[in-house]
């Protein structure tokens, strides 16, 4: 049986910016795999040459969600893809975090806004102030916080969205998100390490589009009751096996308990860099897939 060949797949802005990915590469190819960088989108790939795609940094896919997710679907019919495209295709729509709901994860309470509804400073209503954002994003694109007294401003956010055909979701402001946004990195399961950073809304009622996706970042021990809580989430999600990787982001509500912000299984940045074991957890845990024949 010769080499593993594995795909880590990327995008043009993830090759120039994943700084795990030439570490990935190399751990892989210490351990006698051929790894290799391949763009989702290019040109004469033979996916079945791989026994194994796995989905690393496709940052630009947000952009093209219907192509991706069509990619998805023929990858993993010419070998095995990971995540799966079912999860891929559930993950890509924050209305997962309804999902997670109503199956007892404690989530961010979020109101629904739908192309072709009305949206008034109603729906927009939270003490605390609200942060509106698309249920189709990443790196808080087109997301901004605003405070209470400047409903209607959140309100043009909201209808900005809806008019361009795109559904909207109004979550309460978190103020103990200053105490740091955690996120929880899992292998095949079972959980690796964890980071906490800086909030990415710093400055109410602006969307930056450009701003640094994670700032501050340092290595987090999470509490148990916040495992426990990442743990229930992975629970929900609809796979029959544990996923090769996923990345939990919490934080802290009002009463001090975390709540899910968003489950990451499609192109997470797993941090891989602030714990000196995750590199080699996650490649022996690519190792392994790349292995199983079924």
Request: hydrophobic letters at 45%; glycine letters at 6%.
């Amino acid at each position: 049986m010769g080499a593993d060949r594995i795909a880590l797949v990327t995008s043009d802005v993830g090759a120039e910016h994943d700084e795990d990915l030439p570490l990935l590469i190399e751990a892989l190819r210490a351990d006698g795999c051929v790894a290799e960088a391949v763009p989702w989108d290019a040109d004469s790939v033979r996916w079945d040459r791989f026994d194994l795609a796995v989905i690393r940094s496709t940052w630009d896919y947000v952009d093209r969600l219907g192509e991706f997710l069509a990619w998805a679907d023929a990858t993993a019919h010419a070998t095995r893809l990971r995540n799966p495209a079912p999860v891929v295709r559930w993950n890509s729509d924050k209305h997962y975090l309804r999902h997670l709901a109503e199956r007892g994860v404690p989530v961010v309470p979020t109101r629904w806004l739908e192309p072709g509804r009305p949206c008034s400073e109603a729906d927009v209503d939270a003490a605390g102030g609200v942060v509106v954002k698309p249920v189709v994003s990443l790196g808080a694109r087109d997301t901004a916080r605003y405070e209470p007294d400047c409903a209607a401003d959140a309100v043009d956010h909201a209808r900005m969205l809806l008019d361009q055909g795109r559904a909207a979701m109004v979550q309460p402001y978190l103020r103990r998100v200053a105490e740091g946004e955690r996120a929880l990195a899992f292998f095949s399961g079972t959980f690796s390490h964890a980071i906490r950073k800086q909030p990415l809304l710093s400055e109410p009622g602006v969307i930056d589009n450009d701003r640094a996706p994670h700032p501050g970042v340092t290595r987090y021990k999470p509490t148990e009751t916040e495992i426990r809580t990442a743990l229930r989430a992975l629970a929900a999600i609809p796979a029959p096996d544990p996923l090769l990787y996923a990345r939990v982001d919490l934080a802290l509500n009002e009463a001090g308990d975390p709540v899910v912000m968003e489950l990451e299984l499609i192109e997470p940045n797993l941090f891989l860099r602030y714990d000196p074991q995750a590199l080699e957890r996650f490649a022996e845990a690519v190792r392994t897939e790349s292995r199983r024949r079924s």
